[in-house]
Nanobody, 128 residues
Framework: QVQLVESGGGLVQAGGSLRLSCAAS????????MGWFRQAPGTERAFVAAITLSSGSTYYEASMKGRFTISRDNAKNTVYLQMNSLKPEDTAVYVC?????????????????????WGQGTQVTVSS
């Protein structure tokens, strides 16, 4: 069974940085695609970024590209989300998710239904 455990969230001032980690268990890690999503109170879960673990190919929600960087360490079964120049509107619970295999279309990266496993999330709060 796959387990995903996020860490690294916290309280940061606007303009600051945080690095989130997602540690995964399970034998399918290296052949998976990992994604980060976020959910603010009263909103739907929104796509942030994704990475295909075999190739390292990355995919970002357009408004976050340039500020956020997703990376992976396959030896540690861990995916990271480096977040820079944080804004109060980045405040949310950040959740990582695992998709088995590589999506057939790039639109699938941002589609929650294609992810099979989800973590519990880590809270990120950005103060103004």
């Amino acid at each position: 069974q796959v387990q995903l455990v996020e860490s690294g969230g916290g309280l940061v001032q606007a303009g600051g940085s945080l690095r989130l980690s997602c540690a995964a268990s399970g034998r399918t890690f290296s052949t998976s695609t990992m994604g980060w999503f976020r959910q603010a109170p009263g909103t739907e879960r929104a796509f942030v970024a994704a990475i295909t673990l075999s190739s390292g190919s990355t995919y970002y929600e357009a408004s976050m590209k340039g500020r956020f960087t997703i990376s992976r360490d396959n030896a540690k079964n861990t995916v990271y989300l480096q977040m820079n120049s944080l804004k109060p509107e980045d405040t949310a619970v950040y959740v990582c998710a695992q998709m088995i295999g590589t999506p057939a279309r790039t639109t699938y990266y941002s589609t929650t239904n294609y992810y099979s496993y989800w973590g519990q999330g880590t809270q990120v709060t950005v103060s103004s």
